[in-house]
Antibody, heavy 122, light 108 residues
Framework: EVQLVESGGGLVQPGGSLRLSCEAS????????MNWVRQAPGKGLEWVSY?????????YYADSVKGRFTISRDNAKNSLYLQMNSLRAEDTAVYYC??????????????WGQGTLVTVSS | EIVMTQSPATLSVSPGERATLSCRAS??????LAWYQQKPGQAPRLLIY???TRATDVPERFSGSGSGTEFTLTISSLQSEDFAVYYC??????????FGPGTKVEIK
């Protein structure tokens, strides 16, 4: 069974930092593209960042987080990370770890974690 | 960046009735359009990709159609478990893979 379990969320002051982790199991993590997607309270979904599975580590960020957030992965530990610096109130959201599936899902977001809440407030 | 819009924002439907949700892209996305369902307190679930292909284990009452800039998600006979928020997402031109603002399907 595919599982994605996020951790690391919490309350942080504006300007602070937080590192989210996502532990994957039930599939060959190293073969899959991974993403972070967030959802502000009562709002819609916003894609945050993408990382390719392989050594060239193609990485993309939403403009809203570029220069502040860093995505990374450790395939040996089946883990995905999101380092978030210079946090702002508008970064308050549930952050989902999301797998980008293969052919059977049209290479879309086929598995999501349960999410971890990040609250940026003084 | 491709902007996705959805209508209506809220759809009130009685159980057993048909629901039709619309999604529009600011420019053509071909058939690179997915639909997700999100129930309260849960993560989204992939329903439809390629505009019309049901994802694994998605009931046949869910169907998608459209191409280019206009798309539709139809739920043929609403069941109690279908009351949720539905998001469309384009993946033709990315990053970013943009989502629509969502349509909430509520019980009438």
């Amino acid at each position: 069974e595919v599982q994605l379990v996020e951790s690391g969320g919490g309350l942080v002051q504006p300007g602070g930092s937080l590192r989210l982790s996502c532990e994957a199991s039930g599939f060959s993590f190293s073969r899959y593209k991974m993403n972070w997607v967030r959802q502000a309270p009562g709002k819609g979904l916003e894609w945050v960042s993408y990382i390719s599975p392989d050594s060239d580590r193609t990485i993309y960020y939403a403009d809203s987080v570029k220069g502040r957030f860093t995505i990374s992965r450790d395939n040996a530990k089946n883990s995905l990370y999101l380092q978030m610096n210079s946090l702002r109130a508008e970064d308050t959201a549930v952050y989902y770890c999301v797998r980008e599936g293969g052919y059977s899902s049209g290479y879309n977001f086929d598995y999501w974690g349960q999410g971890t809440l990040v609250t940026v407030s003084s | 960046e491709i902007v996705m819009t959805q209508s209506p924002a809220t759809l009130s439907v009685s159980p057993g009735e048909r629901a039709t949700l619309s999604c529009r892209a600011s420019q053509s996305v071909s058939s690179d359009l997915a639909w997700y369902q999100q129930k309260p307190g849960q993560a989204p679930r992939l329903l439809i990709y390629g505009a019309a292909t049901r994802a694994t284990d998605v009931p046949e009452r869910f169907s998608g159609s459209g191409s280019g800039t206009e798309f539709t998600l139809t739920i043929s006979s609403l069941q109690s478990e279908d009351f949720a928020v539905y998001y469309c997402q384009q993946y033709n031109d990315w990053p970013p893979k943009t989502f629509g603002p969502g349509t909430k399907v509520e019980i009438k």
